[in-house]
C-alpha cells in the first residue's frame, strides 16, 4: 500500500456512509472462551523457549537474546526481561518480576532505524504475547511490515512470572468459575425485572443473596491469591505496568527511543496512565482503540466497574435489526420476521431459564442451563459483528430446540489450561487502581444490590450486571490491608495543550458495548491539541478492529507509517466497510482487510 490523499482515504470529517465479515462456530467458541477467561491458548509453545538450540537464539542490538517460540511462524520470537517489583525500593529489598514478551519481527523495515511498536489487548488479564502469536501477521500487514511489534504480558499475567495463582489446583479453580459464574455476573431473569416494586421483592431478595454469596467466595479466593501469589498482588496496578513498559522500553530499543504503543480496552487505560506519567520525550506514536474512561476508572471501585454498557441496548437491536434485513440463508433468526419479534423471544428465554433451570444433556459432567448462561453469551455477541451469523445459530438452536449446548460450550469455564493460570487477574489490576474508602465505608450487600439493579435498568434487563462483581473491592483490600493500593495514581489525566510533540490517535466505534464513545470524546477533551479523535459513526461492537474501517485503517497508517498528524479538526468520521451477516467475499468487494484474516483480536474480559 502506498500513501494516498485524504479523497483517496474516504476520510471525512462531516458525512458518513455505511457499506462483516463471518466467522466459523470453532472461531467463535475460541473467541468467547478467550473473551471469558482470559486464557493463554498458544501456551504449548512456551515450552519452545527452553528448549531452542543455542545456534537459534538471536541477539539484537540491544543485547536482549531472542528465541523462536512458534511452531508455525519462524518470524515470532520471545524474550524475557526482569524488571524492579516496586520501583520505589532497590531490587535486591523488595524483589524483581519477569515479563514475558513475544515480537513479530519487521518484515519491511525501514534502512538504518529500528521502529519498535508494542501491543496489549487489554483485559485486564489478557497477555500481549498471545496476541502476537494471533494476530502479529495481520497487525504487521497493517502496518506495512515497517515495525517490530511486540506484545508483553503485564505482571502477573499470562507468561509473566509470577503469575496470579489463586488456588492449589486447577480442578478448584474450574469448579469455583463453575460455581461463581467466572465472578463476572448474576443470575437474573429480564422482563420479570420490570414488575420489580423495591427490595421486599423475591428477585431482588435473591439477587441480594447471590451477592452476599458472590462477595464470600471472593473473599476466600483473595485469601488465596495472597496465599499463593504473595506481595506481588498489591502490585499489579496500572501504575506500575507503565513504569514496566518504561524499563522495558529503554532494554529492547536503547534509552532515547520514544515508547509507540497501540491498545485496546483496558490497554487505553495503559495508554492513558503514560500519558500521565512520563515525560514527553519518552512518549512517540500512541493509538489507542476502545477507550475507557480513566478518570471513572480510578474512582471507587463501584463507579469503575459499572462504566461502559451505556450502548449495549442499541448494539443488541442492531443485531436484530440487520438479522431480519440478511434473511434467514444467513441468520438463523430471521424466521422470526422482526427485530422485535426477535429481542422478545430471547428475553422470554431468559426468563424461562430463571424460573425453570434446564438440564444439559451430553455435557460430559452434571450441569444445569440457567439465565447466566444466556446472559453471558449474548453480551460477548455484541463485541465483534463478525460472531453474528453463528451467534444467530446458536440462539436459533436454543429457542427452537431447546438445545442449548453451543452457548454453554461458548461460556463455561473451561475444562483444561495450564495449572497456575488465575481467571481473576481482572480484580488485583481495577482494585488496585481504584480509589480507596474511607474506613468502613464500602458499599454494604444491601447498596451493592442497589447499584447492580438500578445499572440494570438503565442499561440493559438482559445484560446490564455484567461487570457487577468486579465492583467488589472489600474482599481484597481486607486481604491486602495497608498495601492494597501500593501502585494506586489518582491523576490528573488532562495535559497542557503542545504537551506532546505528535498528537494521540483515539479511535471509537459510536456502539461500542462495552466502552461508549462519550468515553473517547472526554478523552479528546481532557488530552486537548495533544489528540486526534477518529470515531466510526455506523461502528458496532468493542473497538474499532471489529467493524472494520478502510477509512480508518488508513488514518492509521498515515499516523503510524509516514508520521502524517491528520488534521486539525476535533473529529474525523470514518465509514465502515463491513455489513452485518455479510459473507467474507462481500467484504472483500469493500476492501476489508479483516476479510483475509479473519481473526478478531479484541476480547472482551
Same mark, same amino acid.
Given at each position: 500500500m502506498?500513501?494516498l490523499s485524504e479523497?483517496e482515504?474516504?476520510i471525512?470529517?462531516?458525512g458518513?456512509?455505511?457499506? &462483516?465479515?463471518?466467522s466459523?462456530?470453532?472461531?467463535l *467458541?475460541?473467541l468467547l472462551l478467550?473473551?471469558?477467561v482470559?486464557?493463554?491458548?498458544?501456551?504449548?509453545?512456551?515450552?519452545?523457549?527452553w528448549?531452542?538450540?543455542?545456534q537459534?537464539?538471536?541477539?539484537?542490538?540491544q543485547?536482549i537474546?531472542?528465541?523462536?517460540?512458534?511452531?508455525t511462524d519462524?518470524?515470532?520470537?520471545?524474550?524475557?526481561?526482569?524488571?524492579?517489583?516496586?520501583?520505589?525500593?532497590?531490587?535486591?529489598?523488595?524483589? $524483581?518480576?519477569t515479563?514475558?514478551l513475544a515480537?513479530y519481527?519487521a518484515?519491511?523495515?525501514?534502512?538504518?532505524?529500528?521502529d519498535v511498536?508494542?501491543i496489549?489487548?487489554?483485559g485486564? @488479564?489478557a497477555a500481549?504475547t498471545d496476541?502476537?502469536?494471533?494476530?502479529?501477521?495481520?497487525?504487521?500487514?497493517?502496518m506495512?511490515?515497517k515495525?517490530e511489534?511486540?506484545g508483553?504480558?503485564?505482571?502477573g499475567?499470562?507468561k509473566?512470572?509470577?503469575?496470579l495463582?489463586?488456588?492449589?489446583?486447577?480442578?478448584e479453580e474450574?469448579v469455583a468459575?463453575?460455581e461463581a459464574r467466572r465472578?463476572?455476573?448474576?443470575n437474573?431473569?429480564s422482563?420479570?425485572?420490570?414488575?420489580?416494586?423495591?427490595?421486599?421483592?423475591p428477585i431482588w431478595?435473591?439477587?441480594?443473596?447471590q $451477592?452476599k454469596k458472590?462477595?464470600?467466595?471472593?473473599t476466600?479466593v483473595?485469601?488465596?491469591?495472597?496465599?499463593?501469589?504473595g506481595?506481588l498482588?498489591?502490585?499489579? @496496578?496500572t501504575?506500575?505496568v507503565?513504569?514496566?513498559?518504561d524499563?522495558i522500553?529503554?532494554?529492547?530499543?536503547g534509552e532515547?527511543?520514544?515508547?509507540?504503543?497501540?491498545v485496546f480496552?483496558?490497554?487505553?487505560? *495503559?495508554?492513558?496512565?503514560?500519558?500521565?506519567?512520563?515525560?514527553?520525550?519518552?512518549?512517540?506514536r500512541?493509538v489507542l482503540?476502545?477507550i475507557?474512561? $480513566?478518570?471513572?476508572w480510578?474512582s471507587h471501585?463501584?463507579?469503575?466497574?459499572?462504566?461502559?454498557l451505556d450502548?449495549?441496548?442499541d448494539?443488541?437491536q442492531?443485531?436484530?435489526s440487520t438479522?431480519v434485513l440478511?434473511g434467514q440463508?444467513v441468520?438463523?433468526?430471521?424466521h422470526l420476521?422482526s427485530?422485535?419479534?426477535?429481542l422478545q423471544a430471547?428475553?422470554?428465554l431468559v426468563d424461562?431459564?430463571?424460573?425453570?433451570?434446564?438440564?444439559?444433556?451430553g455435557?460430559g459432567?452434571?450441569?444445569?442451563v440457567?439465565?447466566?448462561h444466556?446472559r453471558?453469551?449474548?453480551y460477548v455477541?455484541?463485541?465483534a459483528i463478525a460472531s453474528?451469523?453463528e &451467534?444467530?445459530k446458536?440462539l436459533?438452536?436454543?429457542?427452537m430446540n431447546?438445545d442449548?449446548?453451543g452457548?454453554?460450550?461458548?461460556v463455561?469455564a473451561?475444562?483444561?489450561?495450564?495449572h497456575?493460570f488465575s481467571t481473576?487477574?481482572s480484580?488485583?489490576v481495577?482494585?488496585?487502581?481504584?480509589?480507596?474508602y474511607?474506613?468502613?465505608s464500602?458499599?454494604?450487600?444491601s447498596?451493592f444490590?442497589?447499584?447492580?439493579?438500578?445499572?440494570i435498568m438503565?442499561d440493559?434487563p438482559?445484560?446490564?450486571d455484567h461487570?457487577?462483581?468486579?465492583a467488589m473491592?472489600s474482599?481484597?483490600d481486607?486481604?491486602?490491608?495497608?498495601?492494597?493500593?501500593?501502585?494506586y495514581f489518582e491523576g490528573?489525566?488532562?495535559?497542557?495543550?503542545?504537551t506532546l510533540?505528535?498528537?494521540?490517535?483515539?479511535?471509537?466505534?459510536?456502539?461500542d458495548?462495552?466502552?461508549p464513545?462519550t468515553?473517547a470524546?472526554?478523552?479528546?477533551?481532557?488530552?486537548?491539541d495533544?489528540?486526534?479523535?477518529?470515531?466510526?459513526p455506523?461502528g458496532?461492537?468493542?473497538c474499532?478492529l471489529?467493524h472494520f474501517?478502510?477509512?480508518?485503517?488508513?488514518v492509521?497508517?498515515?499516523?503510524?507509517v509516514?508520521f502524517?498528524?491528520p488534521?486539525e479538526?476535533? $473529529?474525523t468520521?470514518?465509514?465502515v466497510d463491513?455489513?452485518?451477516?455479510?459473507?467474507k467475499?462481500e467484504?472483500?468487494?469493500h476492501?476489508g482487510l479483516?476479510?483475509d484474516f479473519n481473526?478478531?483480536i479484541?476480547h472482551?474480559?
Amino acid at each position: 500500500m502506498s500513501t494516498l490523499s485524504e479523497k483517496e482515504l474516504g476520510i471525512s470529517t462531516r458525512g458518513v456512509h455505511s457499506t &462483516a465479515s463471518r466467522s466459523s462456530v470453532t472461531k467463535l *467458541i475460541l473467541l468467547l472462551l478467550f473473551i471469558l477467561v482470559c486464557n493463554s491458548s498458544l501456551f504449548q509453545n512456551a515450552s519452545l523457549w527452553w528448549k531452542t538450540p543455542l545456534q537459534h537464539l538471536h541477539t539484537d542490538d540491544q543485547g536482549i537474546q531472542w528465541i523462536p517460540c512458534s511452531e508455525t511462524d519462524s518470524n515470532i520470537e520471545c524474550t524475557t526481561i526482569d524488571v524492579p517489583l516496586d520501583y520505589q525500593l532497590p531490587p535486591r529489598d523488595e524483589g $524483581v518480576v519477569t515479563i514475558a514478551l513475544a515480537r513479530y519481527k519487521a518484515t519491511n523495515p525501514p534502512p538504518r532505524r529500528r521502529d519498535v511498536l508494542f501491543i496489549n489487548p487489554g483485559g485486564p @488479564g489478557a497477555a500481549g504475547t498471545d496476541m502476537v502469536h494471533e494476530s502479529g501477521a495481520m497487525l504487521s500487514s497493517m502496518m506495512l511490515g515497517k515495525y517490530e511489534i511486540i506484545g508483553f504480558d503485564p505482571r502477573g499475567i499470562g507468561k509473566s512470572k509470577p503469575t496470579l495463582s489463586c488456588f492449589p489446583s486447577e480442578i478448584e479453580e474450574i469448579v469455583a468459575n463453575i460455581e461463581a459464574r467466572r465472578f463476572r455476573s448474576f443470575n437474573l431473569p429480564s422482563l420479570a425485572l420490570a414488575n420489580i416494586t423495591g427490595p421486599g421483592d423475591p428477585i431482588w431478595k435473591d439477587l441480594e443473596r447471590q $451477592v452476599k454469596k458472590m462477595k464470600g467466595r471472593l473473599t476466600s479466593v483473595a485469601q488465596g491469591c495472597f496465599e499463593r501469589t504473595g506481595k506481588l498482588v498489591s502490585y499489579m @496496578g496500572t501504575k506500575a505496568v507503565v513504569h514496566d513498559l518504561d524499563f522495558i522500553s529503554k532494554k529492547v530499543q536503547g534509552e532515547l527511543a520514544p515508547i509507540n504503543l497501540w491498545v485496546f480496552s483496558y490497554g487505553t487505560v *495503559i495508554g492513558q496512565y503514560l500519558l500521565a506519567l512520563l515525560p514527553p520525550e519518552r512518549i512517540g506514536r500512541v493509538v489507542l482503540d476502545g477507550i475507557v474512561d $480513566v478518570e471513572q476508572w480510578s474512582s471507587h471501585s463501584i463507579d469503575s466497574a459499572m462504566l461502559g454498557l451505556d450502548n449495549i441496548n442499541d448494539v443488541l437491536q442492531e443485531f436484530a435489526s440487520t438479522c431480519v434485513l440478511a434473511g434467514q440463508d444467513v441468520c438463523a433468526l430471521a424466521h422470526l420476521g422482526s427485530a422485535e419479534n426477535i429481542l422478545q423471544a430471547l428475553n422470554e428465554l431468559v426468563d424461562s431459564l430463571y424460573f425453570n433451570p434446564r438440564p444439559l444433556l451430553g455435557a460430559g459432567y452434571p450441569s444445569l442451563v440457567e439465565a447466566h448462561h444466556l446472559r453471558a453469551f449474548l453480551y460477548v455477541t455484541t463485541y465483534a459483528i463478525a460472531s453474528w451469523p453463528e &451467534a444467530a445459530k446458536l440462539l436459533n438452536d436454543a429457542i427452537m430446540n431447546s438445545d442449548f449446548s453451543g452457548i454453554v460450550s461458548a461460556v463455561r469455564a473451561p475444562l483444561g489450561g495450564r495449572h497456575g493460570f488465575s481467571t481473576l487477574s481482572s480484580f488485583p489490576v481495577l482494585c488496585a487502581d481504584s480509589k480507596p474508602y474511607d474506613p468502613h465505608s464500602a458499599p454494604s450487600v444491601s447498596e451493592f444490590t442497589q447499584m447492580v439493579m438500578s445499572n440494570i435498568m438503565k442499561d440493559s434487563p438482559l445484560v446490564g450486571d455484567h461487570f457487577g462483581p468486579l465492583a467488589m473491592c472489600s474482599p481484597w483490600d481486607e486481604q491486602a490491608g495497608l498495601d492494597a493500593r501500593k501502585t494506586y495514581f489518582e491523576g490528573p489525566f488532562g495535559l497542557p495543550n503542545g504537551t506532546l510533540w505528535i498528537p494521540a490517535l483515539l479511535l471509537a466505534n459510536a456502539y461500542d458495548p462495552s466502552m461508549p464513545v462519550t468515553h473517547a470524546r472526554s478523552a479528546k477533551e481532557r488530552l486537548g491539541d495533544n489528540a486526534r479523535l477518529v470515531e466510526q459513526p455506523q461502528g458496532f461492537g468493542h473497538c474499532t478492529l471489529n467493524h472494520f474501517s478502510s477509512c480508518t485503517l488508513n488514518v492509521i497508517q498515515k499516523y503510524m507509517v509516514f508520521f502524517t498528524v491528520p488534521f486539525e479538526e476535533d $473529529v474525523t468520521l470514518c465509514a465502515v466497510d463491513q455489513a452485518p451477516f455479510s459473507t467474507k467475499d462481500e467484504n472483500r468487494e469493500h476492501g476489508g482487510l479483516m476479510a483475509d484474516f479473519n481473526v478478531p483480536i479484541i476480547h472482551p474480559n
